[in-house]
């Protein structure tokens, strides 16, 4: 396994338009979280799943976004009508129910909204 | 809510120096305590956690322990090399009782910057 994979690696959008992000976790994890990093800063948590089923969504994550797992595999991350503010790394992780303290970081996919 | 504290940055020091990094955090119940590193260009990798009170996590020389009393995890490491030169992150993952399982998230600090210099 070549660990938790994210695509792309760099987003460059105009203000207002829809992008959307892939995470490919670890292949036995059924846990998957999304984060978003902005420069300066750590990570802050967006979203949670476990198998197909998104369990908790913290309130940074607007109506304008959303996240899917729909076989409990990878993830997508949409963002729609995006704005400047939206600029910011996104990162994936994965982690394993029996081993639920370890969660394996993606190298993120670095969002420009120009 | 929880949260995460780290001193503030950035950290630069000689080759062979001694390094802490402070870490202080607020939590209503029993979290597990992590440090994260990003070498540059990376992505973020688990370097050391403790899961309980008195714990000491360790993993390349680098060292910290669980205080509840202080509601700390301070990192060190005896002797700093210039492959260290990185971006530390304190995190922690709540537990719904002692020994209990976490699902995983995680609160983070700001990040300290390490650069370290021959």
């Known amino acids: 396994d070549t660990g938790v994979s994210q695509n792309p690696r760099h987003k460059i959008t105009k203000r207002g338009q829809n992008v959307t992000f892939r995470c490919d976790p670890i292949s036995e994890h059924n846990r998957l979280y999304w984060y978003r990093q902005t420069l300066g800063q750590g990570p802050e948590f967006l979203t949670y799943f476990q198998n197909e089923a998104q369990l908790e969504k913290s309130r940074l994550l607007s109506d304008r976004f959303s996240a899917e797992r729909p076989k409990g595999s990878f993830s997508t991350l949409e963002i729609q009508r995006t704005e400047q503010g939206d600029s910011a790394m996104y990162l994936c992780?994965?982690?394993?129910?029996?081993?639920?303290?370890?969660?394996?970081f993606g190298q993120g996919t670095r969002l420009t909204v120009v | 809510g929880d949260s995460v504290t780290q001193m503030e940055g950035p950290v630069t020091l000689s080759e062979e120096a001694f390094l802490t990094i402070n870490c202080t955090y607020t939590?209503?119940?029993?979290?597990?305590l992590f440090w994260y590193v990003q070498y540059p260009g990376e992505g973020l990798q688990l370097l050391l956690k403790a899961t309980k009170a008195d714990d000491k996590g360790s993993n390349k020389g680098f060292e910290a322990t669980y205080r509840k009393e202080t509601t700390s995890f301070h990192l060190e490491k005896g002797s700093v090399q210039v492959s260290d030169s990185a971006v530390y992150f304190c995190?922690?993952?709540?537990?719904?009782?002692?020994?209990?399982?976490?699902?995983?998230?995680?609160?983070f600090g700001q990040g300290t910057i390490l650069t370290v210099h021959p």
């Open positions: 939590a209503t119940g029993y979290p597990s």
């Open positions: 995190a922690l993952s709540e537990r719904s009782r002692a020994g209990g399982t976490s699902y995983g998230k995680l609160t």
């Open positions: 992780a994965s982690s394993s129910y029996r081993v639920s303290t370890e969660a394996f």
